[in-house]
């Protein structure tokens, strides 16, 4: 009797193991398969460059160029898979293609420039960061053209890295636990995804503001419309040098984490009052 009641505790206990396994896998695989996508076919033209680099020699002086470009499609390609997979299963919370109404547009941009610039300065204080041109950003101007980067940079990453973490991977969590602890999940995913601690640290602020903006609006563009903002005043600010200005003091830092931490607290009190006023 003793024995039969183990073997049933030992079964409803490998149950549950494969209910979480299945839903831990659910989580990480869209990760898994955006990163695989866009390695493999940069990869791929690796492989090809090193094998037919001669008859190829019309992209020697764009070779920068044309990697951002493989990059920026590879992820957009991968994005667009996962995002069909999830409307064919039909494991949406919610509606992605729900309309953001006009008055969060400034409310997402300002969201996203306060947590872009004061995120920052507040880590470069730590000693963790530096302003003058460092991070993903500065690398990618030190790579490609303009037109380029702005495409690969201010564009195709922004909607395609949403598509990934917010549309389907914030919505799939959202399933089955709390709004708190999806944002929380899905913005350490996004910061695992940037590979180190400084860029990490960061993603990980930011994406919790976009998974927020996400939760309040209940649109793809609310998100998509704020990472752009964030990516191209991070261009524009590089462009401009404004790293150097603001790295030259404590005091500018400090004054622009006051300035840009608070439109980034007005943006997100908006954010909430738009969505308590569509949830009561």
């Known amino acids: 009797m003793e024995k039969d009641g183990l073997l049933w505790y030992d079964k409803k206990a490998m149950e549950k193991i494969k209910i979480y396994a299945k839903e ?10 955006f990163m695989g996508t866009t390695a493999a076919v940069v990869s791929a033209f690796g492989i090809l460059w090193m094998l037919l680099g001669s008859r190829l ?24 898979i996962l995002q069909k997979i999830d409307g064919r299963e039909k494991i949406w919370y919610g509606e992605i293609r729900s309309r953001m109404p006009a008055s969060a547009l400034i409310p997402c941009m300002g969201a996203a420039l ?6 920052n300065c507040l880590l470069s204080l730590t000693g963790i960061t530096q302003l003058e041109g460092a991070g993903q950003i ?14 690969s940079t201010c564009v195709a990453a922004p909607l395609a890295e949403e598509m990934v973490f917010r549309v389907v991977i914030y919505r799939r969590l959202r399933r089955n636990l709390s709004a708190l602890w999806s944002i929380g999940i899905s913005s350490l995913l996004f910061a695992l995804y940037h590979g180190n601690l400084p860029q990490g640290l960061y993603a990980l602020a930011v994406g919790a503001v976009l998974a927020a903006l996400m939760e309040c609006y209940g649109s793809a563009a609310a998100p998509i419309a704020a990472h752009m903002t964030a990516n191209t005043a991070s261009v524009l600010l590089t462009w401009a040098g404004t790293g150097e200005i603001l790295a030259e003091g404590m005091l500018r830092r400090t004054g622009a984490i006051l300035i840009f931490g608070g439109i980034l607290y007005i943006s997100l009190r908006q954010a909430y009052a738009y969505w308590k006023k569509n949830n009561n």
């Open 57 to 80: 020699a019309f992209l020697a002086g764009n070779l920068e160029d044309v990697t951002l470009l493989l990059s920026a499609a590879a992820a957009l390609w991968a994005a667009w």
């Open 114 to 119: 306060g947590a872009s610039v004061a995120g």
């Open 138 to 151: 500065g690398q990618a101007l030190e790579l490609g053209t303009p037109a380029v980067v702005v495409f």
């Open 24 to 33: 831990i896998w659910r989580i990480i695989s869209p990760l898994l398969i």
